[in-house]
């Protein structure tokens, strides 16, 4: 029997800018998704709808026809279509359960590369940003094309026990349709991406010192850009003025969304408790998780 499981994700900035090859700044959040192969008998063979993109990435790599029998179950505690990362969480977990099944000695390079191409399965023309994170872990300064880096400090202890996730619900746009729709306009925003740009380089810093009054001017204004080019439905724009006018900041967290639910926001403030208040007032389900934990494990 082999084990494997993967964290989820959260953008502290630079989702959308992030596919034009700007920075991105990413963090694996402590809901884990876990697979495990078992060996079976010949012909018993479970099927499901992730074997059959998985099973070919692999076969390709390996240069291989066919993989010896076995079943596989996954059990997750990332919501689905929530900007949490779910797609690239459950697809590096498989690959690697698959990989060690197939006796391939443990390389996170390696399981990193296939996830990938998972990701391209389910979103088209993804960045790359979001597989990153939930194999390597951590925090991560994602660049597309560009080297790994995961980086060598941790979410300030000040602002790390102030955040809470609020799910909006899944949005009816995929992340493929909000990336596409971006896409359209990306010449008008260009300024916009630049600016963009600014503000993680600013996060940065922030994050690590714990400058909780940067930290909030920076993710208000991130969430701003977000809006101007259009990912953020009326509805979520309403929930995050409620959270600033409270003295908070909050902004989505991966494609967002247009009509009404954008999956998960990231939201801070000193007092949780206000935070959670206003989740309690639309009725919407909240949590806290650590950020920045452990990438893909081995059990
Ligand atoms: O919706 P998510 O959590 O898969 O995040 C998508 C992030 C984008 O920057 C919009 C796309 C990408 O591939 O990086």
Redesign the pocket.
Known sequence: MIKVSAPG?I?FL??????YGKP?LLAAVDLRVTTTVIPAKAGIHTNNDLRKIIEPIIKKYLKIKTIPPYNVEISSQIPIGA???S??AVSAAYIGTLLCFLKIKWDLNLINKLTYEA?KVF?G??????NTTVVYGGLISYIKGGPIEPLPFSISPKLSKNFVLINTGKPVET?RQ??EMVAVHKDKFKKIFDEQEKLVSELLPAIETGNEKGFIRIIQEGEKNLERIGVVSPYVKAIIRKIEKAGGAAKI????GKTKAT?ILLAYHHNKKVLEKIAKFYILPYFSTSLGVEGLKLH
């Open positions: 994700k953008h630079g989702e959308h800018t992030v596919v991105a900007g949490l990362g797609s690239a990701e979103h023309n993804p960045s790359g940003g979001d992340t909000m990336v967290c991966g494609a967002g999956g």
